[in-house]
């Protein structure tokens, strides 16, 4: 999962993000309301979840929820200030927010609230995604195959390994590019080595392989990589 998260105050942003990248979510990081702005346009990048402080440099975090909503964009978003009247709260809800939380806060209720607002938003993911003998668990982040020949396995993923295999359940038998890959579980600012794609579905493959999956990712040259756990056998 991807969240955009536009913090200005160098501290808490870090914070956040750290927090945020030991859940797994792959987070982009951004200072200024307008940069933002620019993040939400870019149709190569999807986004689960927005959490935006109200006071930014260029664009406000209000004004950059009430251009989502009147551009009919669905993305749950979060609202960090540090007003707490009753009033604030009103024109935060108002502006098309989702939820609101008064700094200072706790991460344990910041990621508490992140998770209900993946409750309620159906196009976000059900606690389980299961597809052929493979089951993502989102409540304890376990990956589980359950072989017809085999007893259920854990499989020891890393948070990348994690992230990919998400993608690639959520895209079975179908070609995904690298470059798709690339955008969606790396952040805008990071600048991955030119084979950090393949060097990751590599590991993934030899992981599932050992846990009974046959030939799980195909890699198609010159076009990118398929998932085949549909037509692993039952």
């Known amino acids: 999962m991807r969240v955009l998260l536009v913090e200005d105050e160098p501290d808490l942003g870090a914070a956040i993000k750290r927090a945020l990248n ?29 959490i935006l ?10 004004e950059l929820c009430q251009r989502l909503r009147k551009n009919n964009n ?13 009033e604030d709260k009103v024109a935060g809800l108002d502006a098309g927010a989702d939820d609101y939380l008064v700094k200072p806060f706790g991460m344990a209720e910041l990621l508490a609230r992140l998770r209900a607002l993946q409750r309620r938003s159906p196009h976000l993911q059900p606690k389980e ?8 668990d989102y409540s304890s982040s376990a990956v589980v195959s359950q ?55 590599r590991l993934l493959r030899r992981k599932l392989t050992n846990s009974g999956c046959t030939n799980p990712i195909e890699t198609l040259h010159g076009m990118g990589y398929r998932l085949n756990l549909t037509d692993e056998p039952k």
């Open 22 to 50: 030991q859940e797994k979510y792959v987070v982009d990081w951004v200072t200024d309301g307008t940069e933002a702005w620019a993040y939400l346009e870019n149709r190569w990048t999807q986004y689960t979840l927005a």
């Open 53 to 62: 402080d109200w006071m930014l440099p260029g664009i406000s975090g209000l």
């Open 74 to 86: 669905p993305l749950p978003v979060l609202i960090l200030t540090a007003r707490d009247r009753i």
């Open 129 to 136: 995604l299961t597809v052929g003998n493979l089951t993502l």
């Open 147 to 201: 072989n017809p020949n085999r007893d259920k396995q854990v499989i020891p993923l890393t948070n990348k390994e994690f992230q990919l295999l998400e993608y690639f359940m959520k895209h079975p038998n179908q070609i995904v590019t690298t470059e798709q890959i690339r955008n969606q579980l790396w952040e805008v600012s990071a600048e991955p080595a030119s084979n950090v794609v393949a060097a990751q579905v």
